[in-house]
């Protein structure tokens, strides 16, 4: 860290499930940064596969990062996983900040100094985004900022680099790549569990901003993904159709009010049933029910408000 910078301490939890190969390579590129973290901890989501064994192993073997593994023994979803390793995490009173990083993705070496002089900028950050690109050879950016547009329910991706800014502020901070500063967790508590993987990231930017908490981005801060590498195994194309749809719904009647929610449930009632037909006509039938089981689900669950699902604090 260069003189005169801020101190951070920087926790990262990385959730593995039958994927420990991703992991290790994400764990060696937080290992090859300069700083690294503070340490590391990897939640395996109950994998079926010798994921734990192999982490375990690994993280015997290597010094440069101190890694600890936590079995859950079932696959709960991301925002679970990360619960979990959080609440490890901020047992360590030294850390400040705990980045969420998804075990597809690896940070470029100058990525934990990149945070810090963000912060360093805008210490009283609630939520920090990185930019992402994508980890093929073209290397399209997949996130450099984004938003919300709520009346079609869903959060966005920017895709313009602001490379001459250290720290901009944003609306939404995709949950590949989020540092969450600990007295935000502390605001806000545990990420919502109840959308098991989609929105969820959305949901707790929107909270954050709602609580007053800066959401910035850091573009100079560089990440690569190889885009839903995990949920392309463990989840089918119908079931990703169900929860993303089924999510934005949940998200909707958790987080919107007043004309807004009832005109984003009204854009959901009136497209929804339309795209399920395209869809059977296309000759994909179950990716058509998926849609409508989805958004009734949404609509009609209990856990659509904050209240129902909100838990205390991991201690």
């Known amino acids: 860290m260069e003189a005169g910078m801020t101190p951070v301490a920087i926790g990262v939890v990385v959730v593995n499930w039958n994927g420990w190969?991703?992991?290790?390579?994400?764990?060696?590129?937080?290992?090859?940064?300069?700083?690294?973290?503070?340490?590391?901890?990897?939640?395996?989501?109950?994998?079926?596969?010798?994921?734990?064994?192999?982490?375990?192993?690994?993280?015997?073997?290597?010094?440069?990062?101190?890694?600890?593994?936590?079995?859950a023994g079932a696959n709960r979803g991301f925002s679970a996983g990360n619960n979990l390793g959080i609440a490890q995490l901020a047992r360590d009173a030294r850390i400040s900040h705990f980045l969420l990083l998804n075990n597809d993705a690896t940070v470029e070496p100058t990525f934990f100094a990149e945070l810090a002089r963000a912060l360093e900028h805008?210490?009283?950050?609630?939520?920090?985004?990185?930019?992402?690109?994508?980890?093929?050879?073209?290397?399209?950016?997949?996130?450099?900022?984004?938003?919300?547009?709520?009346?079609?329910?869903?959060?966005?991706h920017h895709h313009a680099v602001p490379t001459d800014q250290v720290a901009v502020?944003?609306?939404?901070?995709?949950?590949?790549?989020?540092?969450?500063?600990?007295?935000?967790?502390?605001?806000?508590?545990?990420?919502?569990?109840?959308?098991?993987?989609?929105?969820?990231?959305?949901?707790?930017?929107?909270?954050?901003?709602?609580?007053?908490?800066?959401?910035?981005?850091?573009?100079?801060?560089?990440?690569?993904?190889?885009?839903?590498?995990?949920?392309?195994?463990?989840?089918?194309?119908?079931?990703r159709k169900y929860l993303m749809t089924r999510n934005r719904a949940l998200f909707v009647r958790r987080n919107l009010r007043g004309w807004t929610r009832w005109a984003a449930i009204a854009y959901l009632v009136i497209t929804k049933p339309g795209r399920a037909l395209l869809e059977a006509l296309a000759g994909r039938p179950r990716d058509g029910w998926a849609f409508l089981r989805g958004a009734v689900s949404g609509l009609l669950a209990k856990d659509g408000t904050l209240r129902a699902t909100h838990r205390a604090r991991a201690s």
């Open 21 to 71: 190969r991703d992991t290790i390579a994400c764990l060696e590129s937080l290992a090859r940064a300069t700083p690294r973290p503070e340490c590391a901890v990897v939640v395996d989501n109950g994998s079926t596969d010798d994921s734990v064994e192999v982490l375990q192993r690994w993280a015997t073997t290597r010094d440069s990062l101190r890694v600890s593994i936590v079995a």
């Open 122 to 156: 805008h210490p009283d950050a609630g939520l920090v985004g990185a930019t992402i690109y994508e980890a093929n050879e073209a290397r399209p950016i997949w996130y450099a900022g984004g938003g919300f547009v709520p009346l079609r329910c869903i959060a966005v």
């Open 169 to 239: 502020p944003t609306d939404f901070v995709t949950g590949c790549a989020m540092l969450v500063a600990r007295a935000t967790w502390e605001v806000l508590g545990p990420l919502p569990e109840c959308y098991f993987i989609y929105m969820e990231d959305a949901e707790y930017s929107w909270r954050a901003r709602a609580a007053g908490l800066p959401v910035m981005y850091a573009p100079r801060a560089v990440v690569l993904h190889a885009v839903s590498t995990t949920v392309m195994r463990a989840v089918t194309r119908a079931r």
